[in-house]
């Protein structure tokens, strides 16, 4: 017999099953982390399941966490976006990843397009403008929010 849901069992509690996917934001700036965690849960189909701060951070919380996509930030401090995505991309479950990057050097987004995420999208100052992109982005990977 299986334990109720969100009864314990062993010291584990069994959540309900979600259809809402899973997305680790990783970028070091907060205001903007928040406001975009603000915009994908206000989307209803998105939560967000951990908000790391750099990218070493960003590769314990997927290995943790196990998001079904990652919002990855280029710039940022102790291991950068690039370096995250090249390590994500050796790993056997690597979730899909969009950049999301305020860089606008067209050699700097080049860069980034080579180690070929899944997409590579803008910040703007409204975050709620980029979840179509994650909308879109997660159905093309097969994690349909």
Same mark, same amino acid.
């Given at each position: 017999?299986?334990?109720?849901?969100?009864?314990?069992?062993?010291?584990?509690?069994? /959540?309900?099953?979600?259809? =809402?996917? =899973?997305?680790? %934001?990783?970028?070091?700036?907060?205001?903007?982390?928040?406001?975009?965690?603000?915009?994908?849960?206000?989307?209803?189909? %998105?939560?967000?399941?951990? %908000?790391?701060?750099?990218?070493?951070?960003? $590769? /314990?919380?997927?290995?943790? $966490?196990?998001?079904?996509?990652?919002?990855?930030?280029? /710039?940022?401090? =102790?291991?950068?976006?690039? /370096?995250?995505?090249?390590?994500?991309?050796?790993?056997?479950?690597?979730?899909?990843?969009?950049?999301?990057?305020?860089?606008?050097?067209?050699?700097?987004?080049?860069?980034?397009?080579?180690?070929?995420?899944?997409?590579?999208?803008?910040?703007?100052?409204?975050?709620?403008?980029?979840?179509?992109?994650?909308?879109?982005?997660?159905?093309?990977?097969?994690?349909?929010?």
């Amino acid at each position: 017999m299986q334990p109720a849901v969100g009864a314990q069992y062993r010291g584990v509690t069994r /959540e309900p099953p979600s259809d =809402r996917v =899973r997305v680790l %934001i990783v970028d070091d700036d907060d205001d903007f982390a928040s406001a975009m965690r603000a915009a994908l849960t206000a989307d209803g189909r %998105i939560d967000v399941a951990g %908000i790391a701060h750099d990218g070493l951070e960003a $590769l /314990e919380l997927t290995t943790s $966490l196990r998001p079904d996509l990652v919002l990855l930030d280029l /710039e940022m401090p =102790r291991m950068d976006g690039y /370096e995250t995505l090249r390590r994500l991309n050796r790993r056997a479950h690597k979730p899909p990843v969009i950049v999301l990057t305020g860089v606008t050097d067209v050699d700097e987004l080049g860069r980034a397009a080579r180690l070929h995420p899944d997409a590579l999208l803008q910040k703007t100052v409204d975050a709620e403008a980029i979840v179509p992109g994650v909308v879109m982005t997660l159905a093309l990977s097969g994690a349909a929010a």
